[in-house]
């Protein structure tokens, strides 16, 4: 038996109960790709949820505001999802009567969505002959196969390209594309790889070497940025400043408090002396009532060290660009995760 249908099988054995493979409609399938791009399925499932209860129809998704999409993501991460799933929505209600493009070329045109989404949608939804490669499927590739290509390179992405297509089964793509996905999430762990539950163990040419645990390689190393954000909670009465973030930097369109940030790590007393703080508060009086304890907030290829400085300011004071929103308001805008962490602490 061949190596597609052995995994296929364990899958019909082994698959996972999941809302997308239940109602397997384009829209549903789609918004589960979105959703699980760098998130855990148990992570991202009540997202799925969540949206799909906001938004049942992709219609509605593409009729609603841009704010309402990021409140329904928000917490998630990698805001940038959201972003092109709001426009994917709206390119289909224009550009395709509301139906979801059936073809390759048309699906992959969509905003957000790569050769992988492309693919994954194209044999889910459609049944077309794409095979599928993520994160898990380069795992199971490089380990059945013996494949040493460094997987974040322009010459190893086409090799395991060329290893998917040639396992693929023509006949039931989606079967396959899920089968070899779910192998990865839950037999060929990246640290503790299951072998002994493997449908394919006897093939396994990393198995057989004893090197699963060196496999797949890759030839960089992800450079880590260090930013140093000092928010200031700015109170007045019981009104909280807060404005939309640019759409240029991490978060877009997401709410913040008033930002200084600064190269390196830095004390009140010199943020006070800086030009950010005299835009800020133009020479008016303010009370500073408590600091935050420092915050370390991880994005993939950046560190947020973050400090929260709660202020009180005057009834006369006022803050262009900025609102002043009642902290029982607060659930009607997106956040970013840290600041959503801070307002917890503000409550206890």
């Known amino acids: 038996m061949q190596v597609s249908q052995l995994i296929g099988s364990w899958y019909d054995s082994h698959k996972r109960s999941l809302p997308w493979r239940e109602n397997p409609e384009?829209?549903?399938?789609?918004?589960?790709?979105?959703?699980?791009?760098?998130?855990?399925?148990?992570?991202?499932?009540?997202?799925?949820?969540?949206?799909?209860?906001?938004?049942?129809?992709?219609?509605?998704?593409?009729?609603?505001?841009?704010?309402?999409?990021?409140?329904a993501?928000?917490?998630?991460?990698?805001?940038?999802?959201?972003?092109?799933?709001?426009?994917?929505?709206?390119?289909?209600?224009?550009?395709?009567?509301g139906i979801f493009p059936s073809d390759y070329?048309?699906?992959?045109?969509?905003?957000?969505?790569?050769?992988?989404?492309?693919?994954?949608?194209?044999?889910?939804?459609?049944?077309?002959?794409?095979?599928a490669v993520d994160g898990n499927v380069y795992r199971v590739l490089s380990r059945i196969l013996g494949i040493p290509d460094p997987v974040d390179t322009s010459s190893g992405k086409k090799t395991f390209q060329n290893a998917a297509n040639s396992l693929l089964d023509r006949q039931l793509p989606g079967r396959h594309n899920q089968a070899m996905i779910e192998l990865g999430a839950l037999v060929c762990l990246p640290k503790n790889p299951q072998c002994s539950s493997c449908p394919v163990q006897h093939c396994c040419w990393a198995f057989k070497e004893g090197i699963t645990r060196e496999l797949p390689t890759?030839?960089?190393?992800?450079?880590?940025?260090?930013?140093?954000?000092h928010y200031l909670a700015i109170w007045q009465d019981h009104n909280l400043y807060i404005k939309q973030r640019n759409a240029k930097d991490i978060w877009p369109m997401l709410y913040e408090l008033p930002l200084i940030e600064t190269p390196h790590p830095a004390e009140l007393e010199t943020l006070m002396l800086s030009r950010e703080w005299q835009t800020l508060f133009h020479g008016t009086k303010v009370t500073l009532l408590n600091t935050s304890r420092s915050y370390l907030h991880k994005l993939s290829h950046q560190h947020i060290h973050a400090r929260f400085y709660k202020i009180k300011v005057e009834p006369d004071y006022t803050l262009e660009e900025y609102?002043?929103?009642?902290?029982?308001?607060?659930?009607?805008?997106?956040?970013?995760?840290?600041?959503?962490?801070y307002f917890n602490t503000m409550k206890q």
């Open 323 to 341: 609102r002043a929103v009642p902290a029982d308001e607060f659930n009607r805008y997106a956040f970013p995760k840290l600041i959503l962490s």
């Open 105 to 131: 070329s048309s699906i992959r045109a969509l905003p957000g969505i790569g050769d992988y989404t492309a693919a994954a949608i194209a044999s889910l939804a459609f049944n077309l002959p794409y095979a």
């Open 26 to 71: 384009p829209y549903r399938i789609w918004l589960s790709e979105i959703i699980l791009q760098q998130t855990r399925v148990n992570q991202g499932m009540p997202y799925y949820t969540r949206f799909t209860e906001r938004f049942p129809t992709l219609r509605e998704l593409a009729d609603a505001s841009l704010d309402a999409v990021l409140l």
């Open 218 to 229: 890759k030839n960089k190393k992800s450079r880590i940025r260090n930013r140093y954000f």
């Open 73 to 97: 993501w928000e917490g998630l991460g990698y805001y940038n999802r959201a972003h092109n799933l709001h426009r994917a929505a709206q390119t289909i209600r224009d550009e395709h009567q």
